[in-house]
């Protein structure tokens, strides 16, 4: 069974173009959650969604920043006219079912995005 | 306000020696607490976690924490450190029902030979 699959694992943009990150997530698991690490930092919840619908957002920076999880397919988080404080890891994980007691998220490898 | 305070960012130890790594949290729910190991270029791993019981946690690895809920504290420990154990460790916060965890900023592990 394979892990949680984010690609590209390093993405190097300019500063203005859109950045496109992809995440797998495990066989079976349907809710998926993004998570950011800026440099120095901890990982900070971004986003957390379940087939065609984004359950809460409130992570995510107001503007140019999108996640979709569409009903076939990897989950997707967007992030266009990418600026130089975007440069980040991008985490993503999964879980059977809505975190908390009991259930564990499964963690991808990241993708680490540089703007430049 | 909620957060998570690992105040070792980089500690260095010899192989076969003992560690502890240090973890503190600010929360106002009672507390679920995770350790994640992330080696380079690889994504984390669930090292252990602790809902509620016995405070002594065993986990993957040889490690273990233990929750103290008087000093608000989760530290991980390993009473012989092994030179793949060089990685990065996070402690994370979290609550019954949510899926928001709260990270600390990590903790870089160096194992001398």
């Known amino acids: 069974n394979a892990g949680v699959m984010q690609n590209p694992r390093h993405l190097v943009r300019r500063r203005g173009q859109e950045a496109r990150l992809r995440c797998s997530p495990m066989k079976g698991h349907s809710h998926v959650y993004w998570y950011r690490q800026l440099p120095e930092e901890g990982l900070k919840f971004m986003v957390y969604l379940q087939k065609e619908n984004i359950i809460d957002e409130s992570g995510m920076p107001k503007e140019r920043f999108s996640a979709e999880f569409p009903k076939e397919g990897p989950s997707i988080l967007r992030i266009q006219q990418v600026v130089r404080g975007d440069s980040a890891a991008y985490f993503c994980?999964?879980?059977?079912?809505?975190?908390?007691?009991?259930?564990?998220?499964?963690f991808g490898q990241g993708t680490r995005l540089t703007v430049v | 306000a909620q957060s998570v305070t690992q105040p070792d960012i980089h500690i260095t130890v010899s192989e076969g020696a003992s560690l502890e790594l240090r973890c503190n949290y600010s929360?106002?729910?009672?507390?679920?607490l995770f350790w994640y190991v992330q080696s380079p270029g690889q994504g984390l791993q669930l090292l252990l976690k602790y809902f509620s019981g016995d405070t002594l946690v065993q986990g993957i690895k040889g490690f273990e924490a233990e929750f103290k809920r008087s000093q608000s504290s989760f530290n991980l420990r390993k009473p012989s450190v092994h030179w793949s154990d060089a990685a990065e460790y996070f402690c994370?916060?979290?609550?019954?029902?949510?899926?928001?965890?709260?990270f600390g900023t990590g903790t870089r592990l160096k194992v001398l030979a």
């Open positions: 994980a999964s879980s059977e079912r809505q975190g908390g007691m009991n259930t564990e998220a499964f």
């Open positions: 994370a916060v979290g609550a019954k029902g949510t899926y928001k965890y709260i």
């Open positions: 929360y106002g729910a009672t507390p679920y």
